[in-house]
């Protein structure tokens, strides 16, 4: 993380385009709990990353319940319970073309055990489906977007 960097929690569009996407996909991503993920955008990120998955256990866990501590009103039920982060970086993509953004979250997406107790390595061989499906050119991913757009 650096100066230029902001974290934008996502505002319900990462997490309904990971329902549909979920969904759609369910034969190959297993039956994710996406209410134990959250999203964020980062903005003005440098590194090269497109996309990023990590796996909190506790006590990391704990993080949200703190949070009650500063912010008074909120109030978190007990099996709240967030397992997993997933990052998507503007910077690193073109904005203007959906299947862009949709590509990576689906790549971050299937990094997440169907188990919801770990992550898959990152390696292309993982993630071969996703080359034969959709091919090399992520712009031309228009399968993932009609997914999203309810085509
Ligand atoms: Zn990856």
Same mark, same amino acid.
């Given at each position: 993380?650096?100066?230029?960097?902001?974290? @934008?929690?996502?505002?319900?569009?990462?997490?309904?385009?990971?329902?549909?996407?979920?969904?759609?996909?369910?034969? @190959?991503?297993?039956?994710?709990?996406?209410?134990?993920?959250?999203? /964020?955008?980062?903005?003005?990120?440098?590194?090269?990353? !497109?996309? %990023?998955?990590?796996?909190?256990?506790?006590?990391?866990?704990?993080?949200?319940?703190?949070?009650?501590?500063?912010?008074?009103?909120?109030?978190?039920?007990?099996?709240?319970?967030?397992? /997993?982060? @997933?990052? @998507?970086?503007?910077?690193?993509?073109?904005?203007?073309?959906?299947?862009?953004?949709?590509?990576?979250?689906?790549?971050?997406?299937?990094?997440?055990?169907?188990?919801?107790?770990?992550? !898959?390595?990152?390696?292309? %061989?993982?993630?071969?489906?996703?080359? %034969?499906?959709?091919?090399?050119? %992520?712009?031309?991913?228009?399968?993932?977007?009609?997914?999203?757009?309810?085509?």
């Amino acid at each position: 993380m650096n100066s230029t960097e902001v974290w @934008i929690s996502d505002d319900g569009t990462l997490r309904e385009s990971a329902i549909k996407l979920v969904k759609a996909y369910s034969n @190959i991503l297993g039956p994710l709990q996406l209410e134990k993920v959250v999203f /964020f955008r980062v903005v003005g990120c440098k590194q090269p990353w !497109k996309g %990023k998955t990590w796996r909190l256990t506790p006590p990391y866990n704990y993080v949200p319940f703190a949070a009650s501590q500063v912010l008074a009103d909120v109030t978190l039920p007990n099996d709240f319970e967030i397992s /997993f982060v @997933i990052a @998507i970086s503007d910077s690193k993509h073109d904005l203007t073309k959906q299947s862009d953004v949709l590509y990576t979250l689906l790549h971050e997406l299937y990094h997440i055990k169907p188990d919801m107790l770990g992550l !898959k390595d990152h390696d292309i %061989k993982e993630h071969y489906w996703m080359l %034969k499906e959709f091919g090399l050119d %992520k712009e031309l991913a228009n399968a993932i977007v009609d997914v999203v757009n309810g085509k």
